[in-house]
């Protein structure tokens, strides 16, 4: 167990609706990250908050936001659901700052099928 | 653009094979490279390397790195069953001048290890 929480471990929506994934880091952490895996793909980086603020932003859809609140969780929010938003979200925490504080721990995922 | 490529895509061996896994990348501000295993679901941490030619270890399995060739290495001795997984790649590039970056991933090794 990574100590990193994700909820819900699925779902399953239609096209044109919007979801929230949420993501606890484990104790202690201050940055969050979001990733996206698809079969074609593999694990892409979407956005990283630290403390609550926005660090970096990769591939991230206009479409997509996400923001990290005062305790530290973080929410995905995906909206106007397309058929190729289909994936496994995943969480991911780290200390911060500094050589060798980066190593990431990932949460279990969250899959998400949009029918 | 960033990029990591692993190699090979995919690997069948006999139980107490050994097996050798590449990482190459090409990445702006290189800070680190870390090896994750993928099971399941959760990419779980193996290793981080930051300096060249120093060797990690743990247990059955070691690593090292090259950053005058831009590529590292990921030994597993005497495999096992429960070494069957996919082994992921990926780059931490530094951003900010100098606070931590996200992670470029590579698309991953499976490795089937038969009895």
């Known amino acids: 167990d990574s100590g990193v929480t994700q909820t819900p471990k699925h779902l399953i929506t239609a096209t044109g609706q919007r979801v929230t994934l949420r993501c606890s880091p484990r104790?202690?952490?201050?940055?969050v990250y979001w990733y996206q895996q698809s079969l074609d793909q593999g694990l892409q980086f979407l956005i990283q908050?630290?403390?609550?603020?926005?660090?970096a932003k990769g591939n991230i859809l206009e479409r997509f936001s996400a923001q990290q609140f005062p305790d530290l969780h973080s929410e995905l929010n995906l909206s106007s659901l397309e058929l190729g938003d289909s994936a496994l979200y995943f969480c991911?925490?780290?200390?911060?700052?500094?050589?060798?504080?980066?190593?990431?721990?990932f949460g279990a995922g969250t899959r998400l099928s949009v029918l | 653009e960033d990029k990591v490529v692993q190699s090979p895509l995919s690997l069948v061996v006999h139980e107490g094979d050994t097996v050798t896994l590449n990482c190459s990348y090409e990445v702006t501000n290189f800070r680190s490279l870390l090896w994750y295993k993928q099971e399941k679901k959760a990419p779980t941490f193996l290793f981080m390397l930051?300096?060249?030619?120093i060797e990690k270890k743990s247990g059955r399995l070691s690593s090292i790195l090259d950053k005058k060739e831009l590529f590292s290495i990921l030994n597993i001795t005497a495999t096992q069953t429960g070494d069957s997984a996919v082994y992921l790649c990926?780059?931490?590039?530094?951003?900010?001048?100098?606070?931590?970056?996200?992670?470029?991933f590579g698309k991953g090794t499976k490795l089937s290890v038969k009895p």
């Open positions: 991911a925490s780290s200390e911060g700052a500094g050589a060798g504080r980066n190593i990431q721990y």
């Open positions: 908050y630290y403390n609550g603020e926005e660090r």
């Open positions: 990926a780059v931490e590039a530094e951003v900010y001048g100098g606070s931590q970056g996200n992670l470029i």
């Open positions: 104790s202690g952490d201050l940055s």
């Open positions: 930051t300096s060249s030619g």
